[in-house]
């Protein structure tokens, strides 16, 4: 009897033992799961920080791509060609299987969006995302599929989709998106041809007053720009009245008009009599080196600015070499091509310090013709060695130096093209600007009702073939029957396969941005202070002629 107790109790202790032991163990899982589970927390936590953190500069983590500055070519040196490139309604996209990467596309194969699967966050859940980064400041739903918008900065978005819209769901793709490309392309898509036609074309106005041909051509013809001269300009207030009647004839369009001037200095100026002319290029030259040429071109872009200006057709970085050049003169800033550039570059920073837009002349160097592009066609008949180290020396270290828009001149320049001149030569606007020089931003052609055309060619056939050669806007300054040639022109080209649409996008892109860039606006001004502006003139010459 004994002995049965005794093993009875041997059998309740050992099953006792079993019990406790597999609770300790037990335990030790629940410990183990918890740790892992802390662990994979922790690593989810870090791993949505890093991509959030990337994102704030446009990157994904372990990728070297840049939205808004990463070209299409860029990514194709470095991973090969795509295994397929996708066009829709809502834009170009290339997509890399292997790497699981999909790019959206500008018109101008810049990368503005990087979307990729994350794999590191497949098992992080809305309710978990948004405790760690707070929450999306957008939602969204595609194809039923829940995503987190997080505005990051005005550059930058980072979009996170989850598999499901359920508050469980793991995230599924990452994207991040490069703003204010973004926006150009979504108001690319929303343009009619018509209107994208419109944003080539920059145009001139008759007299003192908006009269009912220049307000049909802005609103019916969607011209993207304007250019005022002289003849514009009679007072103070009729100037702010005109320049105000042009914005508001553009009330309905979907991008601000460029309203612009040749506002040198010096012989070139066009603002009313009332203000005291600026300092020419020369006067600065002569200068101390180009020292005030900052304080210049400030000076310019405020009262440029003071009157809803917004581009000015300055500076001159024509090298003035020649002598006997009659069109040039004093408007550069003498004949040494390095003191040109760094005045050059100086003055174009102060105008847009004013959120004036500086377009840098006449390219590809204007300063040793003697022949006026006004009258007719003016011959450059020195080699390239020279070319370079004179004529295009300003021209390349401005672009260096992120200068946004270039005038073209109507210039033969026989070392690169004997046959067009450089206003519509696809050998100096793709090949030399933009391919050599590594040009992206907007190319203006010089004053197409000039006689170095007129007198040579006809005006739809240089408009077509400059848009053909990578030029951007074309310049009508005179008279209104020129831009409805240039738009049935262009319409035409279209019609007949010359140009196509998406080679219309690329500069309509181009012109956006730079809108987009300066913070063009079609904003009324109700009263300039001529007095403060003239007496900051005053001031201004007194330093340059004392030199302190």
């Not at 990157?59 to 791509?65: A, E, I, K, V, Y």
């Not at 760690?132 to 997080?150: C, H």
Request: proline fraction near 3%; charge should be negative; charged fraction near 25%.
């Amino acid at each position: 009897m004994r002995k049965v107790s005794r093993i009875v109790l041997l059998l309740v202790v050992g099953a006792l033992f079993i019990i406790a032991t597999g609770c300790s163990n037990q335990e030790n899982k629940q410990d183990e799961k918890a740790k892992q589970l802390e662990i994979r927390n922790k690593q989810n936590k870090q791993a949505l920080i890093t991509i959030h953190d990337a994102a704030k500069k446009g990157r994904l983590p372990n990728q070297q791509w840049q939205a808004g500055e990463t070209t299409f070519q860029q990514v194709q040196d470095q991973l090969g060609e795509a295994d397929k490139v996708e066009r829709d309604n809502k834009g170009t996209y290339a997509v890399y299987v292997k790497e699981q990467l999909k790019l959206g596309l500008t018109e101008n194969n810049l990368v503005y969006k990087l979307r990729t699967v994350e794999s590191k966050l497949d098992d992080v859940t809305q309710s978990q995302t948004r405790e760690i980064l707070g929450a999306p400041d957008k939602l969204g739903q595609v194809d039923e599929q829940t995503a987190f918008v997080y505005e990051l900065n005005d550059e930058y978005q980072l979009t996170l989709l989850f598999s499901s819209s359920e508050n469980d769901a793991s995230i599924a793709e990452v994207a991040v998106l490069h703003k204010p490309r973004a926006e150009i392309q979504a108001v690319i898509e929303g343009m009619q041809l018509d209107e994208k036609l419109g944003q080539l074309i920059l145009m001139g106005v008759r007299g003192p007053q908006l009269d009912s041909v220049a307000k049909a051509l802005i609103q019916d013809r969607h011209v993207g720009g304007i250019i005022l001269f002289t003849r514009n300009f009679v007072s103070v207030s009729q100037s702010l009245s005109l320049i105000n009647d042009l914005k508001q004839a553009n009330t309905n369009a979907k991008t601000p008009l460029f309203i612009s001037a040749d506002e040198e200095g010096g012989r070139v100026t066009r603002l009313p009599k009332g203000l005291v002319k600026t300092p020419s290029n020369r006067e600065v030259g002569i200068a101390e080196n180009g020292k005030y040429a900052y304080d210049v071109g400030e000076l310019i872009g405020r009262k440029m600015s003071a009157f809803g200006l917004n581009m000015n057709f300055a500076p001159v970085l024509d090298v003035d070499s020649n002598p006997d050049n009659p069109v040039i003169g004093d408007r550069s800033y003498g004949n040494d091509a390095q003191l040109v550039s760094k005045a050059g570059i100086q003055q174009a920073n102060g105008m847009a310090s004013q959120h004036v837009i500086p377009v840098v002349k006449h390219f590809p160097g204007h300063g040793d013709t003697s022949v006026d592009s006004h009258i007719n066609l003016p011959v450059i008949t020195h080699n390239k060695e020279r070319l370079k180290n004179v004529e295009l020396l300003p021209f390349k270290q401005a672009i260096e130096g992120g200068v946004n828009a270039v005038m073209v001149g109507h210039l033969l320049v026989e070392a690169y093209d004997p046959k067009t001149p450089a206003s519509f030569s696809k050998i100096i606007i793709q090949d030399l600007l933009r391919d050599e020089l590594q040009f992206d931003g907007v190319v203006i052609t010089d004053d197409l009702v000039m006689g170095a055309i007129e007198e040579n060619y006809t005006i739809g056939e240089v408009a077509v073939q400059s848009i053909v050669a990578g030029g951007d806007i074309l310049l009508v300054g005179h008279r209104y029957t020129p831009v409805n040639e240039l738009l049935t022109a262009l319409q035409d080209a279209l019609n007949e396969g010359v140009i196509t649409e998406q080679r219309i996008n690329q500069s309509v892109e181009r012109i956006l941005l730079l809108k987009q860039q300066y913070g063009v606006e079609d904003i009324s001004k109700e009263q300039v202070d001529v007095e403060e502006l003239n007496q900051q003139t005053k001031e201004l010459i007194k330093k340059i002629q004392s030199g302190n």
